[in-house]
């Protein structure tokens, strides 16, 4: 049996905006929509906890009152449950409206996120009733081939935010020329974060991220202009 291939659903590159000369390219759970602590609040809910010192959700999720681990089924029902609920359960990272209202005026802001396809619509209403109208693309591709497509298809520096070292690494590999922030809201894995790609900034918060945003905006501004 053929694979199926890779799902992508957003607008189509090339009909992105493009009314400045950088790109700011953000995911979305844990860098503009809190992910990890409404999961844990939820498997609460369902007599389950969670242990990040795998730095891993498969696996990782046991039953409190029997500590076995949560099945594949189970835990993807789970997550299924989450994204139903998103407009209730994952609030705005902390301080990321402001900051990407100030951002808006020197980038355009495209949200790539990793979730399936089937949540675009879903997602894409919670971002609008919270203020965040950018446009965004769910992809179930590896997220370095997609951004790599990007310089394809615009010839623009670009800055990528993402909560998790793989993603960036990815991007390193398939577009080099990609400036990387790393930027997790919640705490509860940073002790257990893999190593980060050589070059690579991090932030906590948004109130750490803007300012480094801006610095690397600059830089990538200047040398647009050379």
């Given at each position: 049996m053929t694979a199926r291939k890779p799902l992508t659903v957003?607008?189509?590159m090339a009909d992105l905006p493009e009314h400045h000369p950088v790109l700011l390219i953000l995911d979305i759970d844990e860098v503009v929509l809190q992910f990890i602590d409404p999961f844990v609040a939820l498997l609460a809910e369902h007599d389950a906890g969670l242990d990040p010192s795998g730095f891993r959700l498969t696996g990782s999720v046991h039953s409190l009152s029997t500590g076995q681990a949560l099945g594949a089924d189970r835990l993807k029902g789970l997550m299924h449950q989450l994204y139903e609920e998103q407009d209730r359960r994952q609030h705005l990272v902390p301080g990321v409206?402001?900051?990407l209202?100030?951002?808006a005026r020197r980038?355009?802001?495209v949200f790539l996120t990793a979730m399936a396809p089937q949540w675009h619509a879903t997602r894409r209403r919670h971002l609008d009733a919270?203020?965040?109208p950018y446009p965004m693309i769910a992809t179930e591709r590896d997220k370095g081939a997609v951004i790599a497509q990007f310089y394809e298809t615009r010839q623009r520096p670009c800055l990528f935010i993402d909560d998790l070292p793989s993603n960036l690494?990815?991007?390193r590999r398939s577009a080099p020329a990609t400036e990387l922030l790393h930027l997790m809201a919640s705490p509860l894995f940073r002790p257990y974060l893999p190593a980060l790609p050589a070059g690579v900034h991090t932030a906590c918060d948004w109130h750490e991220a803007e300012?480094?945003?801006d610095a690397i905006l600059d830089r990538m501004l200047a040398q647009a202009a050379l």
């Amino acid at each position: 049996m053929t694979a199926r291939k890779p799902l992508t659903v957003g607008p189509a590159m090339a009909d992105l905006p493009e009314h400045h000369p950088v790109l700011l390219i953000l995911d979305i759970d844990e860098v503009v929509l809190q992910f990890i602590d409404p999961f844990v609040a939820l498997l609460a809910e369902h007599d389950a906890g969670l242990d990040p010192s795998g730095f891993r959700l498969t696996g990782s999720v046991h039953s409190l009152s029997t500590g076995q681990a949560l099945g594949a089924d189970r835990l993807k029902g789970l997550m299924h449950q989450l994204y139903e609920e998103q407009d209730r359960r994952q609030h705005l990272v902390p301080g990321v409206r402001a900051a990407l209202d100030r951002l808006a005026r020197r980038a355009d802001i495209v949200f790539l996120t990793a979730m399936a396809p089937q949540w675009h619509a879903t997602r894409r209403r919670h971002l609008d009733a919270v203020g965040l109208p950018y446009p965004m693309i769910a992809t179930e591709r590896d997220k370095g081939a997609v951004i790599a497509q990007f310089y394809e298809t615009r010839q623009r520096p670009c800055l990528f935010i993402d909560d998790l070292p793989s993603n960036l690494a990815g991007v390193r590999r398939s577009a080099p020329a990609t400036e990387l922030l790393h930027l997790m809201a919640s705490p509860l894995f940073r002790p257990y974060l893999p190593a980060l790609p050589a070059g690579v900034h991090t932030a906590c918060d948004w109130h750490e991220a803007e300012p480094m945003v801006d610095a690397i905006l600059d830089r990538m501004l200047a040398q647009a202009a050379l």
